[in-house]
């Protein structure tokens, strides 16, 4: 079974970037979908960027261009590049790694803070 660290979140500033990442135990280059999903409390976690073995993505409708997500398969890890934040991205993201049924893995979660 993989398990997923993250790292990178914090407090920033509306307007202000922050880079996360998440690493991997093992092997990831044949899982097809890893990636961010993000919560806040009393809503359903919702879809950040998910990347596919060949770096193709997906992103959350909110996102209009602000995030950049990156797999990156030799280090078995995967970053989101958050720019332009805004305090509605306050939340609590998560790195996951799924493919089908039987792979289907979460992180512990990195809190972000955006303040005006």
């Known amino acids: 079974q993989v398990h997923l660290v993250e790292s990178g979140g914090g407090l920033v500033q509306s307007g202000g970037s922050l880079n996360l990442s998440c690493v991997a135990s093992?092997?990831?280059?044949?899982?097809?979908?890893v990636g961010w999903y993000r919560q806040v409390p009393g809503k359903q976690r919702e879809l950040v960027a998910v990347?596919?073995?060949?770096?193709?993505?997906n992103y959350g409708e909110f996102v209009k261009g602000r995030f950049t997500v990156y797999r990156d398969n030799e280090k078995n890890s995967v970053h989101l590049r958050m720019n332009r934040l805004e305090l509605e991205d306050t939340a609590v993201y998560y790195c996951?790694?799924?493919?089908?049924?039987?792979?289907?893995?979460w992180g512990q979660g990195t809190q972000v803070t955006v303040s005006s």
């Open positions: 996951r790694a799924q493919d089908g049924p039987n792979i289907d893995v």
């Open positions: 093992g092997p990831i280059s044949t899982v097809y979908a």
């Open positions: 990347a596919n073995p060949r770096n193709s993505a």
